[in-house]
């Protein structure tokens, strides 16, 4: 009954000050949003990363002289280094197959191809666990003995490679930006509650008064408006998910595309879909602890000093 009686008071606390109430709301929901599409931008660019980083790999070419048992032995050593994450081999033929597939369009360069012997060598494909170190990769395939069994020097997409650094300089910056912004927008909202809670005690001051002077504990006085904090917090966290949910069905709507730049706007979309009832969890927690916090603040200090 105490606590239906704190909700209750709560929440007709909240519809009275409604009109101060609004001003902490905004600039929840603000937050909030930053928040949750923090959350979504960074996982679609982990994704684009991924969708290029699985398309990168290093080439090794083999001489036509090398028999099966050296290229054996070099496979081997090759699946033992640690920053090796698989090993293909690709025969002449194989390659030979590869290369007119891609090429079916070019029919003059098919033609010229299968009128001489197979020009391309045996291939040894390599994809690394970590583009960022190479370096085990490189400087075995560059001792002398793995040297000589090489047609030519190793290769890899340096275009792609630039790219994922340039995603993920990208990612880190906006990571950085999102989290300074989260930060002000944060102390901001718990100032404007602090200042609204506050408020709403200095109005109630002679209610609070004479309920001290009843006897009734801090916790009771002090229980409604935390809940009217709270209610702040939740309100907040459904316009926040509810726009951030309009943005992207506008976006995939309007755009008619799956990608807009490195935002692929489809996977966002589906992201979104996906995990929508826990980033409306993660909302909800982050706006009940914003407006807890703020509210215990402001009780605590204006209780504690102001009411004898």
């Known amino acids: ?59 090794v070419y083999l001489n036509d002289s090398v028999s099966t048992s050296q290229s054996t032995q070099l496979l081997s050593q090759l699946r033992h280094l640690p920053d090796v994450a698989s090993v293909t081999y690709e025969s002449k033929d194989q390659v030979l197959k590869a290369y007119l597939q891609q090429n079916a369009s070019n029919q003059q360069l098919i033609q010229a191809v299968s009128e001489t012997s197979n020009p391309l060598p045996a291939t040894i494909i390599i994809k690394p666990v970590d583009l960022n170190h190479l370096g085990q990769i490189k400087a075995f395939l560059s001792k002398p003995q793995e040297s000589a069994l090489q047609s030519d020097p190793p290769s890899y997409s340096g275009q792609e490679k630039e790219a994922i650094d340039r995603i993920t300089h990208a990612t880190n910056v906006l990571q950085r930006i999102g989290v300074f912004a989260v930060i002000i927008f944060t102390v901001v909202s718990v100032l404007i509650i602090f200042n609204t809670i506050q408020m709403a005690i200095f109005n109630r001051r002679d209610e609070i008064h004479i309920m001290r002077l009843l006897g009734a504990s801090t916790g009771y ?80 200090r204006y209780l504690k000093f102001k009411i004898r």
């Open 1 to 59: 009954m105490t606590l239906w009686r704190i909700i209750n008071s709560g929440l007709v606390n909240f519809i009275r000050n409604l009109s101060l109430a609004v001003a902490a709301m905004a600039i929840m929901v603000v937050t909030l949003t930053i928040v949750l599409f923090s959350l979504v931008i960074n996982d679609t660019f982990s994704h684009t990363i991924n969708q290029i980083t699985s398309k990168i790999d290093i080439s």
């Open 221 to 300: 006085i002090r229980g409604p408006f935390i809940v009217e904090s709270i209610t702040y917090g939740i309100l907040a966290a459904i316009i926040s998910i509810i726009i951030i949910n309009a943005a992207f069905q506008a976006s995939s709507s309007t755009l008619q595309a799956s990608s807009l730049g490195l935002l692929d706007i489809g996977y966002a979309n589906r992201f979104f879909d996906n995990h929508f009832i826990v980033l409306l969890l993660i909302q909800l927690g982050l706006g009940i602890v914003i407006g807890a916090v703020s509210s215990l603040i402001a009780t605590r």
